[in-house]
Nanobody, 125 residues
């Protein structure tokens, strides 16, 4: 089970940190991704941590602004979001799968079987 939290209202240029806590399994051995979905838009993959070597990947629109990290002791994955823009407004979901996810499919939401409940991020002045 995944539990996401940390969303809220923030002004443009501000920062938020989202958390995703796993229960019942360890994040250590599985791929992890954050997705977001804005109203009327497709669910979009944002960052990804590979289960193979812990490498991280970011979609172009957030590169340099967002950072995904993992705290093994707390079995928690974080998404640090800086320099937020109105277009970052969306419901954010963490996701994982019991099988390795390759970089060829890491942005495909159908590739992940386990999802957190979503947390709303609103960037507005």
């Amino acid at each position: 089970q995944l539990q996401a939290s940390g969303g809220g209202l923030v002004q443009p240029g501000g920062s938020l940190r989202l958390s995703c806590v796993a229960s019942g399994f360890s994040f250590d051995h599985f791929p992890i991704a954050w997705f977001r979905q804005a109203p009327g838009k497709e669910r979009e993959g944002v960052p990804f941590i590979s289960s193979n070597d812990g490498s991280t990947y970011y979609t172009g629109s957030v590169k340099g602004r967002f950072t995904i990290s993992r705290d093994r002791a707390k079995n928690t994955v974080y998404l640090q979001m800086n320099s937020l823009k109105p277009e970052d407004t969306a419901v954010y979901y963490c996701a994982t799968d019991l099988e390795p996810v390759t970089t060829a499919t890491m942005w495909n939401h159908w590739r992940y079987d386990y999802w957190g409940q979503g947390t709303l991020v609103t960037v507005s002045s």
